[in-house]
């Protein structure tokens, strides 16, 4: 037998899945994905879809080239030589921020005076060492606003919208973390604090965060190695280091969460994993039990140099992406149970074969899931299978009913029926479906 690929994994109908683990049942991706289109929808933004591989040069300038992500995580491959040139280094899209800025950036979308409002659900990759709520292949729900503003008020936008979300979701001891990490000036003057309170305890730092120390110091904040903790929790908090404009940034956004009644606590270490963050950061956790370690449902955050970066002009961004299958893993069972179909069409002997396939049509004309199986069953087998369907009515035909004219509905829930004239059936499930 030949097996998904180590740590992916196939999304199944509940009914199909031989284990009941609720975390990987199709219907409650749907219903995610369903609910964050509507909560886009109220909040003026639109969908884009761009290519699951890019050319890799897109994320070691996007997202950095120090970053665990580029460092170890990429799946990257080079093309085959063909009559389009060069065979060429690319890679499969390990996050979707680059890509749509790229896309912001080919289509001149910076002409525009409005701030463009885009949103994307799709699959990532990254190689990454799998566990519960960890994956190869993942699916991200996230956001870009671009343009020319990079008002606070956005950030908080941005924040209010992923919260909604989540808590419409019902997912259940959610925390909003939020930071700053200002601007490139104050993030210069970050990272020399950084350098000269922990270059004379390097020996201290583990291996990475020693590394990390020469090439990128404001990485060591999101070390998890046991060792370096004690050196990061005294460290400055990166605020006080910033100039006033950055300082009011943030405090603006603090204020306009107030507003919303969002709360939030302020973790001074709040980093994030990649390169392009200014000013504004924010992740979102939840404690449910369900979730585990793995417990960042969502992040993003101010990228106001990464459309330059990438060869754009100067322009203000602000995004986040929501990790839908840990949302899924994260959301009670109740708040998304699975559609049953509604009606199951029983025929009984061959004559009522083709009155049976009319009204499995009619009843999915008027918009009612309707399930019919052709194979020639008995009344008691036909109902089992109904049941195993888990369908709340039957509509059933036989020789009786095709020579009086009245049809059987059965309420299957209830174990009811009624005869129903042939010409108003229809009305009567219905009415009956409340
Ligand atoms: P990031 O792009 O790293 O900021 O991640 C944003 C969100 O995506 C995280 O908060 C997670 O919920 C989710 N995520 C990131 N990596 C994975 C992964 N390997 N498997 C499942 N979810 C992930």
Not at 131 to 148: S, T
Request: charged content about 25%; proline content about 6%.
């Amino acid at each position: 037998m030949i097996r998904t690929a180590s740590y992916t994994r196939d999304l199944l109908p509940a009914a199909l899945s031989n284990d009941r683990d609720a975390s990987a049942f199709i219907h409650r991706f749907q219903f995610v994905e369903d609910l964050a289109r509507e909560w886009f929808r109220r909040y003026g933004f639109q969908e884009i879809r761009t290519p699951i591989f890019e050319r890799t040069e897109l994320f070691t300038r996007g997202v950095g080239s120090e970053t665990d992500i580029v460092t170890k995580e990429m799946y990257t491959w080079r093309d085959r030589a063909g009559e389009d040139g060069e065979g060429e280094s690319l890679t499969l899209r390990p996050e979707s921020t680059a890509p749509v800025v790229r896309a912001y950036i080919q289509h001149q979308m910076w002409q525009r005076a409005e701030t463009v409002r885009l949103y994307y659900i799709g699959p990532q990759f990254r190689r990454e060492r799998g566990q519960r709520g960890r994956f190869r292949q993942f699916f991200q729900i996230g956001a870009e606003v671009l343009g020319a503003s990079d008002h606070p008020a956005l950030d908080a936008e941005g924040i209010e919208l992923v919260m909604g979300l989540l808590t419409e979701a019902g997912i259940p001891d959610l925390e909003l973390r939020l930071n700053t990490v200002g601007n490139a000036a104050g993030r210069v003057r970050f990272v020399a604090a950084i350098r000269e309170a922990l270059a004379p305890r390097a020996h201290e730092l583990s291996e990475d965060s020693r590394r990390r120390l020469e090439t990128n110091p404001l990485r060591i904040l999101d070390s998890k190695a046991e060792q370096d903790q004690p050196l990061i929790a005294a460290l400055p908090p990166i605020y006080d280091v910033l100039d006033e404009g950055c300082r009011a940034h943030f405090d603006a956004v603090r204020r306009y969460l107030d507003a919303a009644g969002i709360p939030y606590v302020v973790d001074a270490r709040l980093v994030r994993g990649l390169d392009y963050y200014t000013q504004t950061v924010f992740e979102v956790v939840s404690h449910a039990p369900a979730i585990g370690a793995q417990n960042a449902l969502a992040g993003g955050g101010r990228y106001d140099g990464l459309v330059e970066t990438l060869g754009g002009p100067p322009t203000k961004g602000f995004g986040f992406a929501l990790g839908l299958d840990r949302v899924v893993l994260a959301m009670p069972e109740h708040r998304a149970p699975e559609p049953p179909p509604e009606l199951f069409v029983i025929y009984l002997g061959a004559s009522a074969l083709e009155l049976a396939l009319h009204a499995v049509r009619q009843a999915r004309r008027a918009g009612i899931a309707a399930l019919f199986d052709p194979t020639p069953r008995s009344l008691k087998s036909a109902l089992r299978l109904a049941n195993k369907y888990g369908a709340r009515f039957a509509l059933l035909l036989g020789e009786a009913e095709l020579a009086s004219g009245q049809w059987v509905l059965r309420d299957l829930a209830r174990a009811e029926q009624t005869a129903v004239p042939s010409e108003t059936w229809l009305q009567h499930l219905l009415a009956r479906r409340g």
